[in-house]
C-alpha cells in the first residue's frame, strides 16, 4: 500500500487519545469511522472531536470551513464489522491491556480487507506480541501520539519483530501527511523512547510527594518554571491519563524490573478513579468552574 491508496481511516477506542487521533485524521482530509463499544461512549468522543475544533476555530488556529469539513468526515460507529470492512489503516487506541488488545486484533482480522494496515497507538506494550494476535503481522506497527494529538507534533513510528519496511515507510508517510513529525523507534522496549523517560519522571514525582519531601505545588512549580517543561509533571500526569501512566509503569515494572515500581499514591487515584482531567479530578480539582487547584 501506499500513502495515495489511503482514503479511509478507522480509529479504534473513542477515548482521551482516540478521539484526539480521529481528530487529526480528520483535520487531514481523511474520511474517518471512530469505533467504540457503545453508543454512549463513541457520541462522547464526536463531541469532544466538536469541541476541540471549535476551540481551534475560535482561536484561529483552523478555518471555520476546515472545521466543518473535519467534523462532517468523523462517522461514529459501534459495529466492529461495519467499522473496519474499508478502512486502509486501522489506528487502535483502546484500554492498555494487552488480551483486550489481542482479543480486538483476532476479531478485525477477520473483518478487515487483506491489505489494511495495523497501527496501535499502544503507550508500552510489546508491539510484535499484540501483531502476533493478528492474521496479517507484517503489516502491523506502533503509532505513539502524543496527549493532545492535535496540539503535539511527534509520533513514534515503531517497529515490531515482524513489521515490514513498506508498513514502516506508509505509516511514516501518514504521519507526515498528518502534519506531524514521525520518529522511527527501530527497538520493540517497554514505553519505546519518550514513556521509558516521561512515565519514570511521573513516578519519582509521586514518590517525593508520597515521602513528605515536597508538595504537588511544589514539584510543579519546579518542574515547570525551572526545568522548563510546558506542564507541570503532577499537570501532565492529569492530562495523559493516571491509569495510563499506572499501567505503562506497571507493565515497565513487569519487563525491566525495580527501578519502574509504581508509587502507591499512583494507585490510589486508580482505585478512587480520580484519574486526572478525564474524570474532574486528579492530582488537580477541575470540578469548581474548572478551576485548577491541588486536590
Ligand atoms: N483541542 C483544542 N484546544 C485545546 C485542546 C485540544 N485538544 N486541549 C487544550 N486546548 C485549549 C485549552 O482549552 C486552552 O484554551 P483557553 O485558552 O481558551 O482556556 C488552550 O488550548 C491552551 O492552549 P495554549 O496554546 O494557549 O496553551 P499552551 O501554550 O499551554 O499549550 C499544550 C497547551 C500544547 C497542551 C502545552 O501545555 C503542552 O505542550 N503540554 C505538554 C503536553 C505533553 O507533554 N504531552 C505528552 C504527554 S505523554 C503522552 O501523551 C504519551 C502517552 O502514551 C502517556
Not at 487521533?21 to 464526536?46: F, K, M, Q, S, T
Amino acid at each position: 500500500m501506499q500513502l495515495e491508496d489511503i482514503e479511509i481511516i478507522t480509529v479504534l477506542g473513542a477515548g482521551t487519545m482516540g478521539h484526539g487521533i480521529a481528530e487529526v485524521a480528520a483535520l487531514a482530509g481523511y474520511e474517518v469511522r471512530l469505533r467504540d463499544i457503545n453508543e454512549e461512549l463513541v457520541e462522547d468522543g464526536y463531541e469532544q472531536i466538536a469541541w476541540s475544533l471549535d476551540k481551534l476555530a475560535e482561536k484561529d488556529r483552523i478555518s471555520e470551513e476546515t472545521r466543518d469539513e473535519a467534523k462532517e468526515s468523523v462517522t461514529p460507529v459501534v459495529d466492529v464489522e461495519s467499522a473496519v470492512d474499508e478502512a486502509d489503516i486501522v489506528i487502535e487506541a483502546i484500554v492498555e491491556n494487552m488480551d483486550i488488545k489481542q482479543d480486538v486484533y483476532e476479531e478485525v482480522s477477520e473483518h478487515a480487507p487483506e491489505q489494511t494496515i495495523f497501527a496501535s497507538n499502544t503507550s508500552s506494550l510489546s508491539i510484535s506480541d499484540l501483531s502476533e494476535a493478528t492474521d496479517r503481522p507484517e503489516q502491523f506497527c506502533g503509532m505513539h501520539f502524543f496527549n493532545p494529538p492535535v496540539r503535539m507534533d511527534l509520533i513514534e513510528v515503531i517497529r515490531g519483530d515482524h513489521t515490514s519496511d513498506e508498513t514502516m515507510d506508509v505509516i511514516e508517510a501518514l504521519a507526515e501527511d498528518f502534519d506531524k513529525s514521525p520518529v522511527r523507534v527501530r527497538k520493540d522496549v517497554p514505553g519505546f523512547i519518550v514513556n521509558r523517560i516521561l512515565v519514570p519522571l511521573m513516578n519519582e514525582a509521586c514518590w517525593i510527594v508520597e515521602n513528605g519531601d515536597a508538595t504537588v505545588a511544589e514539584v510543579d512549580s519546579t518542574t515547570k518554571y525551572d526545568l522548563g517543561l510546558p506542564m507541570g509533571a503532577f499537570e501532565l500526569g492529569d492530562q495523559v491519563g493516571i491509569d495510563v501512566t499506572y499501567h505503562v509503569l506497571e507493565y515497565m515494572h513487569e519487563v525491566l524490573g525495580e527501578p519502574y515500581e509504581p508509587c502507591p499514591l499512583l494507585e490510589e487515584k486508580v482505585d478512587n478513579e480520580n484519574l486526572g482531567q478525564k474524570t474532574g479530578k486528579g492530582f488537580y480539582d477541575y470540578e469548581d468552574d474548572g478551576a485548577n487547584v491541588p486536590a
